[in-house]
């Protein structure tokens, strides 16, 4: 039996807070998606499954945040459409995270890494006793560099593909794709 299968027939058998009264089963909110990179978290609804896409899930007539998996979560909020197109995002940004490390790289004449990539340009560099990240906008409209220093390179890279996304999440009308930008 496949693990949604099983998610949904701990649901309909009324598994952990499926069953206890006070615990409301529609009307919550997903506010927050987290990759965990492995299983780690058992859902806090069925209290059965084990998840590593964890959905925070709130209700305005329940005091506690809970993180659960992605069939509870689509029960609860009466969308499992939504639930899987989150988890389907987080799935394949974990893909794209693994991969980041693998592009091709170039390196500069004073041997930081740096590439283009989604309309952004990343440069790794050595700061103190550890490695950097800086991240602009191909036209230069906003530079930041990372306040931490990472231990490897890297790790710096990966810091910089998540400041990426975590932008691009935040501030989607501000980012412009190289092929739109405006002369």
């Known amino acids: 039996m496949d693990d949604t299968a099983n998610e949904e027939r701990l649901i309909a058998a009324g598994r952990g807070k499926w069953s206890q009264p006070g615990v409301p089963h529609l009307g919550w909110q997903c506010v927050d998606i987290e990759d965990l990179g492995e299983l780690l978290q058992e859902c806090e609804m069925c209290e059965t499954q084990s998840i590593r896409y964890v959905h925070y899930m709130e209700h305005p007539s329940y005091p506690k945040v809970l993180k659960v998996g992605c069939v509870c979560a689509g029960n609860m909020e009466g969308n499992r459409a939504a639930a899987d197109g989150r988890e389907a995002e987080m799935r394949s940004r974990a893909g794209k995270r693994t991969r980041w490390l693998s ?6 004449e004073k041997g930081n890494h740096w590439i283009r990539a989604d309309g952004y340009r990343v ?4 700061r103190g006793a550890g490695w950097a990240a800086t991240v602009s906008d191909v036209n230069d409209s906003f530079v930041e560099h990372s306040r931490t220093h990472y ?21 989607p009308s501000l980012h412009i794709a190289p092929a739109q930008q405006s002369p």
Not at 103 to 108: A, D, E
Not at 123 to 126: A, N
Not at 155 to 170: C, E, H, P, Y
């Open 151 to 171: 231990a490897t390179r890297d790790l710096a890279k990966l810091a910089a593909f998540d400041f990426i996304r975590s932008w691009k999440r935040a501030m």
């Open 103 to 108: 592009r091709r790289w170039r390196v500069s």
């Open 123 to 126: 440069t790794v560099c050595k």
